[in-house]
């Protein structure tokens, strides 16, 4: 019998569910994650595929981890990490999408082995789910440390202007620099969402420089 479902969304509501009228800094710990890298446009077919065996490996670990150890959980949002080896091309408007590097990422709770995201991806692929790149599917931790973020409601489309002023306003006026890289949380369904209502996490990790907060 499954013990009470995890939903670490609700658990962690503070690192999903920032304001959208002002950014804010935040410690994120540690997370345990399946993950899988790539190239490309994410509106090609590459990254679906990705998404695609991300999910179903996600759901196969749930099924897994309710039939032992015996605990239900809610499956976490899809998280990106993006950026490129010339980030004159990470220009959302201008930039050559098919030069992004990307970390496609759901969140996992900590029970999850990589036995159990191994079996479960062995299904997937079974199942012809996320192409060959299901193989390439894997667990591990994840400490982001110290990061700004903010929520973008609208498409995608139009998250430059607050990237660009989280950049070139609110980190060097606070006296902080960019420590990693550019970070999105996905909490709307794309499929079903109008472009106006999506809801995305805009995330950058950060580091303190002489001059800025907590100096």
Same mark, same amino acid.
């Given at each position: 019998m499954a013990s009470n479902k995890i939903d670490l969304k609700k658990e962690d509501k503070a690192l999903i569910s920032p304001s959208s009228k002002a950014f804010s800094v935040i410690e994120v710990p540690a997370q345990l994650f399946l993950m899988v890298d790539g190239r490309g446009d994410p509106n090609g077919e590459v990254f679906g595929q990705a998404v695609e065996g991300l999910f179903s490996v996600a759901y196969g670990v749930k099924f897994l981890s309710k039939k032992e150890p015996g605990i239900d959980f809610v499956v976490m949002p899809l998280e990106g990490l993006w950026w490129a080896e010339d980030m004159s091309d990470f220009d959302p408007q201008e930039g050559d999408r098919e030069q992004w590097l990307w $970390?496609? #990422?759901? =969140?996992? /709770?900590?029970?999850v082995t990589t036995g159990m995201v191994a079996e479960a991806a062995a299904k997937a692929k079974t199942k012809g789910k996320g192409g060959d790149g299901v193989e390439a599917i894997r667990l591990e931790w994840f400490a982001e440390g110290l990061a700004v973020q903010i929520m973008h409601i609208g498409p995608f489309s139009e998250e430059g202007p607050t990237i660009q002023r989280l950049h070139q306003e609110f980190l060097p006026e606070n006296g902080? @620099?960019?420590? !990693?890289?550019?970070?999105?949380?996905?909490?709307?369904? #794309? $499929?079903?969402?109008? /472009?106006?209502?999506? =809801?995305? @996490?805009?995330?950058? /990790?950060? $580091? @303190? @420089? $002489? !001059?800025?907060r907590g100096d």
């Open positions: $970390r496609a #990422m759901i =969140r996992q /709770p900590g029970h902080l @620099v960019e420590n !990693g890289h550019h970070h999105e949380i996905y909490l709307s369904d #794309m $499929r079903r969402t109008a /472009p106006e209502k999506l =809801r995305t @996490v805009l995330r950058q /990790p950060v $580091r @303190v @420089v $002489r !001059g800025g």
